[in-house]
């Protein structure tokens, strides 16, 4: 009975302690995963707010873009067109005064006419900033050779275009987008780094859609986050996250710039 007794004691112990210990670990697994699930949401809620913060940089960079864009077109139309069009205002008052000769009625015809005139170029100037007729009317290869024509015709740089791929699947809105870019690196290369040759090629690999654009221009210090991060440069990836692209930007100076864009 004894021997029993303790037999009986020793398997109620031992399974008290086994309890116990199954016991420690679930409650140490439980805690386990629940600060492992705590760190997790606490990196998901910051990765989230860096999206949010990411998304704010782009939607600032967007709407200062078109803010500027807008100034430039209110300022276009006030100093060029609204100036015209009160000259062409003043002649036209001058043709009602009486005793004007022959030679004073054609001198401000011609005046009014040469002026509006001018004032329909500026209009349609205006107008293909917004919205260049060609890509429009004919898609985004047309709009690309008409913008290169347009700057090698200053003879101020060489701008050599070459595409294998077709635009036709990307629709209006990514193609304007993919245009902006290209007409903000063009400009760059020229304003900011003097280049006198550039090159754009468009291929596709792997599924991807690619455009490898090249300057000779004397380049910039990609350490400096001034560089990284000025409006140009944010409105630019701004248009690339529209068009679910990346863009890859390799620059030194006195080295021109490469960039790779995928989309």
Request: hydrophobic content about 40%.
């Amino acid at each position: 009975m004894r021997i029993n007794q303790f037999n009986e004691q020793e398997i109620v112990t031992i399974i008290l302690y086994t309890s116990l210990f199954f016991t420690i670990i679930a409650i140490g697994v439980i805690v386990f995963f629940y600060f492992s699930r705590k760190k997790i949401v606490q990196k998901e809620l910051e990765k989230r707010d860096l999206e949010i913060k990411h998304q704010k940089q782009q939607l600032r960079a967007i709407l200062i873009t078109q803010e500027a864009e807008r100034q430039r077109i209110a300022q276009d139309l006030h100093d060029d067109i609204s100036s015209k069009l009160n000259i062409v205002s003043l002649n036209t008052h001058l043709l009602t005064r009486a005793g004007l000769s022959e030679n004073d009625i054609m001198e401000v015809t011609t005046n009014i006419i040469n002026m509006t005139d001018k004032a329909l170029q500026s209009t349609r100037r205006i107008a293909h900033d917004l919205l260049p007729p060609v890509l429009d009317k004919f898609g985004l290869h047309a709009g690309i050779q008409e913008l290169c024509s347009e700057f090698n015709s200053s003879k101020a740089v060489e701008v050599v275009y070459a595409n294998t791929i077709n635009f036709e699947e990307l629709g209006k809105d990514k193609s304007l987008h993919l245009f902006r870019i290209l007409q903000e690196l063009i400009n760059n290369s020229i304003r900011h780094g003097s280049a006198k040759n550039i090159s754009i090629a468009f291929d596709e690999a792997t599924g991807n859609r690619l455009c490898i654009y090249s300057d000779d221009g004397r380049g910039f210090d990609m350490n400096n986050s001034d560089n990284q991060n000025g409006l140009g440069m944010k409105n630019i990836q701004s248009r690339v996250d529209f068009l679910e692209g990346t863009i890859v930007i390799q620059s030194k100076l006195g080295g021109g710039i490469n960039v790779n864009l995928s989309f």
